[in-house]
């Protein structure tokens, strides 16, 4: 059974800092990868879709990077702004024959301090 | 509206209330679904839609009780609830084509609280 673990569960930073958020899954079989944003009591917001032939993707000041062999993957967050103060999720989906199943780990907060 | 909305957004019910959770999805997607967030706890998916037919149901107790009349709108009926399934509810959606579930779209979420 897959399992997937975020390190740290919550973390602050000054504004400004450069930041990795880390993701870590015990079954390297998987088809992607996503990075999701959730605010407080709001839904989540896709950030980055990383397919498992990839090894990075890209969007602004967010860089995620997949290792499979390693079972991990990482979201780089540079110049963090206290607009990035959120909860931010990976999940994984396991094959393309796996259905709509995604599994979560339990997310990391993250506070930018101004 | 765009994207996928979820009403209400707050819902205080007793254990013995009958309540429904409704979610519409103005993407033109033909699969939804319904996930449990509960404090502390990943989030936990609970049942599967597409094409209006229900392709998974995570053993979910039987007082949720789901309903999807189109590919449109979901609905999650609720009935003698506990306190333990206070959580916030989240409705997303997707395109599947040929088996294959493209990247889900999250609704705001519903946050229910049993007392």
């Known amino acids: 059974k897959q399992e997937v673990t975020q390190i740290p569960a919550a973390l602050s930073v000054p504004e400004g800092e450069n930041l990795v958020l880390n993701c870590s899954f015990t079954?390297?079989?998987?088809?992607?990868l996503q990075w999701f944003r959730q605010d407080p009591g709001k839904g989540l917001t896709s950030l980055l879709l990383?397919?498992?032939?990839?090894r990075e993707q890209t969007s602004g000041r967010l860089n995620a990077s997949l290792d499979k062999s390693s079972g991990r993957s990482t979201l780089y967050i540079a110049a963090s702004q206290p607009g990035d103060s959120a909860t931010y999720l990976c999940?994984?989906?396991?094959?393309?024959?796996?259905?709509?199943?995604?599994?979560f780990g339990e997310g990391t907060q993250l506070t930018v301090n101004p | 509206e765009t994207g996928v909305t979820q009403t209400p957004r707050h819902l205080v019910m007793g254990m013995t209330n009958k309540k429904s959770l409704k979610c519409e999805q103005h993407l033109g997607h033909n699969a939804m679904y319904w996930y449990k967030q509960s404090a502390k706890k990943p989030l936990e998916l609970m049942f599967v839609?597409?094409?209006?037919?229900?392709?998974e149901n995570n053993s979910v107790p039987s007082r949720f009780s789901p309903e999807c009349p189109n590919s449109s709108h979901l609905f999650l009926h609720l009935h003698t609830l506990q306190p333990e399934d206070s959580a916030l509810y989240l409705c997303?959606?997707?395109?599947?084509?040929?088996?294959?579930?493209?990247?889900?779209?999250f609704g705001p979420g519903t946050r229910l609280t049993v007392t």
């Open positions: 997303a959606s997707s395109q599947m084509q040929a088996d294959h579930y493209y990247e889900q779209y």
């Open positions: 999940a994984l989906k396991g094959s393309r024959t796996s259905g709509s199943r995604l599994t």
């Open positions: 839609y597409n094409f209006k037919e229900q392709t």
């Open positions: 079954d390297s079989a998987i088809y992607n």
């Open positions: 990383i397919q498992s032939s990839q």
